[in-house]
């Protein structure tokens, strides 16, 4: 458990520092939570959201030279964006040690490229890439506007900026019926339990990402683009996947056997489909 969790539980309001101390912890708790849990979730034509962003990414035959992800985490993205443009010079950055290290040895590459630090500050020149990536990174940052200045800054003329977020929102069917279980579960010892979300709103409000971005002197129009990724999954990998959202991996081990046995009961009568939704947005600088 940390402070954040504490609260959440508890229904108190929570910091900044707070949350990003609860993110630390769950990265190191779970190494490669994000890969493990998206590389399954696949769309229509088979895509995980890491190749839906790649193909935006690349549309239109661009081939960059270099190229920088936001919360890299341990480079799944970088690693099919090198398969697609192998003499692509790659650089990262994350909060999270242990997913840097991780990153640097998948990739070959060295502390220069991939940094641990917040990406509100980062180490690069002006200018400096001709492609930013960033894969459901954007949405764990409680005030994105100094991320998204500092990517304007080292994206070069010309360049292009293509993230992916979720969309809680749009959550339906099965998945929202695991998340209301998990909330059922908890409030009965936890009535006050509070709001998990530690997002800046604008990431999920199409209008607003846009003026956000208009304001840090992106062109207009950036274009947006709703995605669904789906899996069916049995009792344990439903487990596992609300198990790698922040808040439920970092609940202590009695209330995570209780998420577990309701994740069972929900998938007795055999797997279920879990279906997310997530938004692409791309900018062409
Ligand atoms: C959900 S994980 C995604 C990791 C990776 N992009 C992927 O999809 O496999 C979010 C990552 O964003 C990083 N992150 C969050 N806030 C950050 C910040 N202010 N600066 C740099 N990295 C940050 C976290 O440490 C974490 O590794």
Redesign the pocket.
């Known amino acids: 458990m940390t402070r954040f969790s504490d609260h959440v539980l508890a229904g108190e309001p929570v910091t900044a520092d707070e949350w ?1 101390e609860n ?2 912890e769950f ?1 190191r708790k779970y190494p490669a ?3 493990n849990a ?1 590389g399954g979730l696949f769309d229509a034509n088979g895509r995980t ?2 190749e839906i962003l790649a193909d935006s990414a690349l549309r239109g035959g661009r081939q960059p030279a270099r190229i920088l ?6 480079g ?2 970088l690693a099919i964006l090198r398969r697609r443009v192998p003499s692509a010079e790659l650089y990262g ?4 040690e242990e ?1 840097v290290i991780a990153a640097r040895a998948r990739l070959s590459v060295g502390t220069d490229c991939l940094v641990v ?4 500050r980062m180490p690069f020149p002006d200018a400096s890439f001709d492609l930013v990536v ?4 954007l949405m ?2 409680p005030d994105v506007a100094p ?1 998204i200045a500092e990517i304007r800054r080292v994206i070069a003329p010309g360049g292009r900026l293509v993230f992916v977020t979720d969309d809680p929102a749009a959550v339906s069917g099965d998945l929202l019926e695991a998340f209301r279980t998990v909330y059922k579960t908890l409030v009965a010892d936890h009535p006050h339990l509070g709001r998990v979300i530690m997002a800046d709103s604008r990431v999920y409000d199409s209008a607003a990402t846009d003026t956000l971005l208009a304001s840090l002197g992106f062109p207009a129009f950036p274009e947006h683009a709703g995605h669904e990724i789906a899996s069916s999954v049995d009792a344990e990998a439903l487990y596992q996947f609300v198990g790698a959202t922040y808040f439920v991996g970092m609940l202590e081990d009695e209330l995570l056997e209780r998420v577990r046995s309701g994740m069972s009961m929900l998938c007795q009568d055999g797997p279920l489909r879990i279906a997310l939704p997530i938004r692409l947005t791309t900018v062409d600088c």
Do not use: E, K, Q
């Not at 992800?69 to 341990?74: N, Q, S």
């Not at 950055?93 to 999270?96: E, F, K, P, V």
């Not at 630090?117 to 509100?120: G, L, Y």
């Open positions: 990003r993110l630390l990265h939570a994000t890969s998206f959201s890491y992800d936001v919360g890299c985490g341990d799944t993205l950055i994350d909060l999270c997913d630090a917040d990406a509100a960033s894969h459901l990174a764990l940052i991320v």
